[in-house]
């Protein structure tokens, strides 16, 4: 990349009846300043009209191609992964995740390219703004320091915050066309991703500045739960969390820790960044929902 020219991006975006939100989100990515951004959409088999709206918005844009339609995924990670695998980003500087339903900052690209390039890192990735249907706003914080083994636990932040160097994300591209049933196993792609890029030893950066709204409804897939409500959830999901951590670590990290519970409690300082959090995961270890 020239640094007399903008960053050229690759956009990937998962959709699924999102026709009441996609427009507004399209149109804060195609509005980014100081970048030059091309967007790739894949529509999950949806019955509100996104795929038809989607299409007539890729014929009045030529910086938006909308892929193949038709395909059943059943869930944002195997779209996502889908997108990875049939987008040919070789030609761009940088490639970012997008949902369909939140709102970007005009700057959050150019940050995040500047970020990258001034920091000599291979993946960033953020903070963000939770907002609801109601106006109220929260910060979710997912820039706590990083453990050693975070990555088998939790994801580096929401998905639609993540922006790579273009042969960084090769190399999940060739992993995961290598491990294509594997990995479409695991339920969270941006759970996934972190734990490849950190097991790897690639520089991966949390930034503490939120630049976009990540929207709370009842549609999301994966949404923010606060306070009580957040360990109640989590205790009640342990054993699909138990199973989720098992696939990464065996795609990841076998050689790495072990998953013995004596193993975990005498590491539990290095599994999860933020604070309460190790505290419930050791709670969760000590009496064996984990």
Request: aromatic letters at 16%; hydrophobic letters at 40%.
């Amino acid at each position: 990349m020239s640094v007399n020219l903008s960053p050229n991006i690759a956009v990937l975006l998962a959709a699924y009846n999102g026709r009441q939100w996609i427009e507004e989100q399209v149109n804060s990515i195609l509005f980014q300043k100081k970048v030059r951004v091309h967007l790739f959409i894949s529509v999950d088999l949806s019955s509100d009209g996104t795929y038809e709206w989607c299409k007539e918005f890729e014929n009045k844009h030529s910086n938006v191609t909308v892929l193949e339609y038709g395909e059943l995924f059943g869930g944002a990670a195997k779209n996502f992964f889908r997108l990875i695998r049939d987008v040919d980003f070789s030609s761009y500087d940088f490639v970012a995740f997008s949902d369909q339903d939140d709102i970007w900052l005009d700057n959050k690209l150019s940050h995040a390219c500047k970020m990258i390039t001034s920091k000599q890192l291979d993946v960033y990735s953020s903070d963000v703004i939770a907002v609801w249907e109601d106006g109220r706003e929260k910060l979710v914080k997912k820039s706590y320091p990083q453990k050693q083994f975070d990555y088998l636990f939790e994801a580096g932040g929401p998905g639609c915050t993540y922006v790579f160097r273009h042969d960084v994300l090769q190399l999940f591209k060739c992993f995961l066309i290598n491990n294509w049933s594997a990995v479409n196993q695991i339920s969270l792609h941006d759970w996934m991703i972190y734990a490849f890029y950190r097991s790897q030893g690639n520089t991966w950066y949390i930034d503490n500045q939120p630049l976009m709204y990540y929207r709370q409804h009842a549609s999301n897939q994966v949404g923010f739960n606060f306070g009580l409500k957040a360990y109640f959830t989590r205790l009640m999901m342990s054993k699909w969390y138990r199973t989720e951590v098992e696939k990464i670590f065996n795609l990841t990290a076998p050689a790495v820790i072990s998953l013995d519970r004596i193993t975990l409690i005498k590491q539990f300082c290095q599994l999860r960044r933020r604070p309460r959090d190790v505290v419930a995961l050791l709670i969760m270890l000590v009496v064996r929902v984990f």
